[in-house]
């Protein structure tokens, strides 16, 4: 059986077992849109039920990247009309991210190239994760004035060591045998192979489960590199383990080298009220007892980021000017009090829909 419907910038083809999603909107590195996102929320319900399916794979079209994340350009328009697309857009991306963690078929993401943001939602919560020489995957929110959601408050306390910790407040991004060390994917397969593994899920037989896609993965996957997280796994444990951003950043101009250094400069230029607030969803994250908990303490932090100015200043520096020179209100941790994060974690009315 082979048949392929054109949603709105999603393509999605059976072929064979395997129930294809692919994201179709290269220009934009397959940034996310409402839209976008209803169309993979309802071929997952539709490849549910459906018995000849056994796997699902999604990748992205082009040969650029995965998907960029959420288009933060709808988000900002949103948030400055005061119109419900961003609440929307965030409730249906997180209750997308929550069904893929817990899909009842073998789930196959191909993180080929840019893989950010939403992108890292809807990749890092799937069953199979698949990087390649190409992938280049981050949380590059505290740049843009906001902070890791999609889950990744989940996910990135529970990465080896404090790695989770340096992904998220520094924003970098890493190749495929770092993102592997955080747990964020499973094995490291050569661009150049995927469509022979497309192929191949294809052609299991109907009743194939996650061992059997496990099998395949490893046929088909390399060794992958030891990056430089792994490489400096002790020194981000000593630096990322304190309480608060002055006490890491401290932390880092005691210690020697150029990692720490680099490390460091850059977290200086991110919004000083996003790295206090990631750090703390970061933190009762690590506390949480599952996804559904941080997703809806995300959702409660998303709509109150549509009331901060650094939300609007990031944007406009990256996205609308691209001066990259955004000026942060306050500019310093010294003057984010805790008591102006507090808006931040109150609960989301209605709490999301899981």
């Known amino acids: 059986m082979h048949d392929m419907t054109e949603r709105r910038d999603v393509l999605v083809e059976r072929r064979g077992a395997a129930g294809l999603i692919r994201l179709d909107r290269p220009r934009a590195l397959n940034s996310l849109t409402l839209e976008m996102i209803r169309a993979i929320a309802v071929a997952l319900d539709d490849f549910a039920t459906d018995d000849s399916v056994a796997t699902v794979v999604i990748s992205g079209e082009g040969d650029r990247g995965f998907c960029a994340g959420g288009d933060i350009r709808a988000l900002h328009e949103s948030g400055r009309e005061k119109t419900e697309l961003a609440e929307t857009f965030w ?42 020489e190409r992938t280049r995957l981050a ?9 890791p959601d999609v889950g990744a408050t989940w996910l990135l306390p529970r990465a080896s060591g404090e790695i989770g910790t340096w992904m998220a407040l520094t924003g970098l991004d890493v190749k495929a045998g770092d993102a592997i060390f955080a747990g964020l994917a499973d094995v490291q397969v ?19 489960r996650s061992r059997d896609v496990e099998t395949v993965l ?39 080298g150029e990692f720490a250094a680099e490390t460091r400069r850059l977290m200086l230029t991110r919004s000083p009220t996003s790295l206090e607030l990631t750090l703390r969803l970061l933190r009762q994250g690590r506390e949480s007892r599952n996804l559904a908990e941080c997703l809806n303490r995300e959702l409660g932090a998303c709509l109150q980021i549509l009331h901060s100015a650094d939300f609007y200043e990031g944007i406009r520096a990256a996205i609308i000017d ?33």
Request: negative net charge.
């Open 322 to 354: 691209k001066d990259r020179n955004p000026a942060w209100k306050p500019e310093t941790l010294a003057e984010v009090d805790a008591h102006s994060l507090e808006p931040f974690f109150v609960a989301p009315n209605p709490p999301l829909a899981l």
């Open 218 to 256: 490893k046929n088909l996957s390399d060794t992958p590199d030891h990056g430089p997280l792994r490489q400096n796994i002790d020194l981000i444990q000593r630096a990322f383990h304190h309480a608060s951003v002055a006490e890491i950043l401290a932390a880092l101009a005691g210690e020697s």
């Open 91 to 132: 409730r249906e991306e997180f209750r997308l991210n929550h069904r893929i963690a817990t899909y009842s078929k073998p789930y196959v993401a191909l993180m080929d190239g840019i893989t950010m943001g939403g992108g890292v939602g809807l990749g890092a919560h799937g069953r199979h994760r698949v990087v390649t």
């Open 139 to 147: 949380m590059p929110e505290t740049g843009i004035g906001y902070f």
């Open 190 to 208: 050569a661009s150049f192979q995927l469509p022979e593994l497309v192929d191949t899920l294809a052609e299991m037989p109907k009743g194939a």
